[in-house]
């Protein structure tokens, strides 16, 4: 099987183009709901409610997330939200076979 291009990141509109490195790419296990937190998108979305807190500690309220996002690295000092399941193939064969 052809491997597929990485997700891409998409630039905020009022970041200035000057002095930017070339589009950034994330690795295929790359969540793609979480950016939008648009996980009722997503078949194999695990519902759970974290609790956030600030840089000082202190309690903000709970936000629903997907149990299976975790921090991935893609390089030095830069994270991604990365599905545990894996890759779009790997989430697909998941929902398939676990199924009701």
Partial sequence: MKDRPASRVHRASNVPE???DEELRLPHDACPFSASSG???CLAFDRVLADIEDSQG???APRVTCR???AGSAGRGRVYPRCDLGDKATRTKYIRDHRC
């Fill in 18 to 20: 000057s002095g930017l």
């Fill in 39 to 41: 996980f009722d998108q």
């Fill in 58 to 60: 202190n309690q903000l």
């Fill in 68 to 70: 299976r996002l975790s």
